[in-house]
């Protein structure tokens, strides 16, 4: 059925949870708190993925406003099976957007979180991939650039079920673009 959820504001995050015959079990909205750090503002949060872990802890993954005007970071929320937040964290490697494409959640809880950041060290629109415990803790981080100025969109991620992590990304420009896994 309906419902109705009442105290958004500008652009937050809303999830809600059905049981299989629809019921609405319930709903938890995320607005990012301007306390992550100086640069970070109460301001616009987007949702890009959702993914379940099999404690039935719900992972997402999208952008966080960073309150310079010009950028986005990585934002990544962990919420238990009630929809009560464990843990959140920000990414930003670049100057100008960060802008997350996907997530896997591994069988141990880790998160791995892949998307472009404009004018990271490495160069312009360079895929970043960074992972994170199941605690909420960095773990660590992979760029890849193409080497010239053309776009690169990831837009997958997945694993093998044992040391191998694969992130699918294609590419526009001089790169003629190509479909590419990293």
């Known amino acids: 059925g309906q419902f109705t ?11 809600a949870a ?11 909205m995320f607005n990012a708190p301007p306390s992550w750090t100086t640069d970070h503002v109460n301001g616009r949060e987007t949702i890009e993925d959702l993914q379940v872990d099999a ?16 950028r986005d970071d990585y934002m990544i929320v962990k919420l238990d099976a009630d929809g009560d937040l464990l843990w959140h964290q920000y990414y930003g490697a670049g100057t100008n957007w960060d802008d997350p494409r996907a997530m896997l959640v591994d069988d141990v809880g880790n998160v791995y979180v892949t998307g472009r950041c404009d004018a990271a060290p490495e ?8 992972a994170y415990s199941a605690s909420g803790e960095q773990i660590w981080y992979a760029p890849y650039t193409t080497g010239y100025w053309d776009g690169c969109y990831p837009g997958m ?4 079920h044992n ?6 990304a294609s590419s526009n420009g001089q790169n003629g673009g190509q479909l590419f896994l990293l």
């Not at 959820?5 to 999830?15: C, E, F, K, R």
């Not at 160069?123 to 960074?130: D, E, K, M, R």
């Open 55 to 70: 404690e039935g802890n719900v992972h997402i993954t999208g952008t966080q406003f960073a309150g310079n005007g010009w």
């Open 123 to 130: 160069g312009y629109s360079p895929v970043h991939t960074v």
């Open 157 to 160: 991620v997945d694993w093998d």
């Open 18 to 28: 059905y049981d299989t015959a629809g019921t609405h079990l319930w709903t938890t």
């Open 163 to 168: 040391d191998h992590m694969y992130v699918g």
């Open 5 to 15: 959820y009442d105290g958004l504001d500008s652009t937050d995050v809303l999830i």
